[in-house]
């Protein structure tokens, strides 16, 4: 595998399950990414962990839990989740968080449909 | 606050044609910028990205990127539009600090014969 993997691609929940999608980046990257890809709106930016540590949640609702167990793993636990939570979920990764032309690489993102 | 606007959520050409996307930006300090593409069913991929050291950027297949500050803007120019150049194209700008993305609305463009 290189560069970012997302698990699953699709996936279609109930509003009381309890999911979980999985990122892991093979690139050496220290800084993790969730994004979230709404149909016509920008990229709306989750989390951001940084050496396994969170260092930015953008008013995510509690029913969205990232868990970071390492620099090449992220995940994104879901819980009691709403039809319009239904998106593209994107991970992306960089070499860390310092200033500069620090790319990010993103995953093909796993689309989310919750009924 | 930093901002993009991408005008025009959709635009059509045809095959053979200049496509030119729309892309400005609003920033308190000296932005980096970037254009990303997303085709179908995929994540989104670095077209090209300005540095400070050249206003006119160069990426992958032809496609470019003029910075003009006077203008905050950060326009892409596909030279002669494929059929595959067929996706959606986003304008990111990091205003500075850590490595935060703010993304424009993307604009889908469709290539026909």
């Known amino acids: 595998e290189t560069g970012v993997t997302q698990t699953p691609r699709h996936l279609v929940m109930g509003m009381t399950n309890k999911k979980s999608l999985k990122c892991e980046q093979h690139?050496?990257?220290?800084?993790m990414y969730w994004y979230k890809q709404s149909a016509k709106k920008p990229l709306e930016l989750m989390f951001v962990?940084?050496?396994?540590?969170?260092?930015e949640n953008n008013s995510v609702p509690s029913r969205f839990s990232p868990e970071c167990p390492n620099s090449s793993h992220l995940f994104l636990h879901l819980h009691t989740l709403q039809p319009e939570d239904s998106a593209l979920y994107l991970c992306a990764s960089s070499q860390d968080l310092l200033a500069g032309l620090n790319e990010q690489f993103f995953g093909p993102g796993t689309r989310l449909t919750v009924l | 606050a930093q901002s993009v606007t991408q005008l025009g959520s959709h635009v059509s050409v045809s095959e053979g044609a200049l496509v030119l996307l729309r892309c400005n930006y609003s920033s308190s300090v000296p932005p980096y910028l970037f254009w990303y593409v997303q085709y179908p069913n995929q994540g989104l991929q670095l077209l090209l990205k300005?540095?400070?050291?050249?206003?006119l950027v160069k990426g992958i297949n032809g496609f470019e990127a003029e910075f003009k500050k006077s203008e905050t803007s950060f326009h892409l120019t596909i030279p002669s539009a494929h059929m595959s150049d067929a996706a959606e194209y986003f304008c990111a700008v990091k205003p500075g600090g850590y490595n935060k993305l703010i993304f424009g609305a993307g604009t889908r463009l469709a290539v026909h014969p």
């Open positions: 300005y540095t400070s050291a050249a206003t």
């Open positions: 962990y940084s050496l396994e540590e969170r260092v």
């Open positions: 690139l050496g990257h220290n800084a």
